[in-house]
């Protein structure tokens, strides 16, 4: 079975031609090891050193030199579009005290994935809200890839022991 084991960053991989495509949604598209299906039905395994986000455009290595890109599914979600600064501050306060992923869109507007609850409360704040079926790609954070580089060696066995348990 052809093997995937290293992420090629879309910006990195400039001129190089995919063999296929793999189109996930945003809950698939962080992972270390299972085994995956391309969009024309053929499988492989996704075999990463650690749990990766993969982003829309970014090229799946496979043991053969060849790419498979990732292209990012569209789903359920819900646009917020505020009337000014303030209640984009206050919906997105109100979003990230439930720890619910958020997307920032170029035009200023959150994304979210659609839930009715959450539709409510950021209408009741005074938002609009549009639901439409979009790519989802909400910030990193609470996201982030743990153990990456700019951990700045707050986990155990990074082999930073002198840094162990020391905050900067």
């Known amino acids: 079975m052809r093997k995937a084991t290293s992420v090629l960053r ?5 001129g190089q031609i995919a063999v296929a495509c793999i189109t996930l949604a945003f809950d698939d598209r962080y ?4 085994r995956m299906t391309d969009d024309s039905g053929e499988d ?17 290595l496979l043991n053969t030199g060849e790419i498979i890109v ?20 206050r919906v997105a306060w109100h ?17 979210i994935t659609y839930d009715h609850v959450l539709a409510h409360m950021v209408e009741h ?3 609009r809200t549009q639901r439409r079926q979009a790519p989802f790609a909400p910030e990193p954070g609470a996201y982030a890839e743990i153990g990456a580089s700019h951990s700045h060696g707050h986990l155990h066995g990074d082999g930073d022991s002198h840094e162990h348990g020391h905050h900067h």
Request: hydrophobic share 45%; with cysteine.
């Open 10 to 14: 879309a910006k990195d991989r400039i």
């Open 31 to 34: 992972r270390r090891r299972i």
């Open 125 to 127: 704040l005074g938002a």
């Open 44 to 60: 492989f395994l996704l075999d990463l050193v650690e749990a990766t986000r993969i982003e829309d455009g970014d090229g799946l």
């Open 70 to 89: 990732v292209r990012a599914a569209e789903e359920d979600v819900l646009d917020i579009i505020c009337h000014d600064a303030a209640e984009t501050a």
């Open 95 to 111: 979003l990230g005290n439930r720890h619910t992923p958020v997307q920032v869109l170029g035009s200023g507007a959150l994304r």
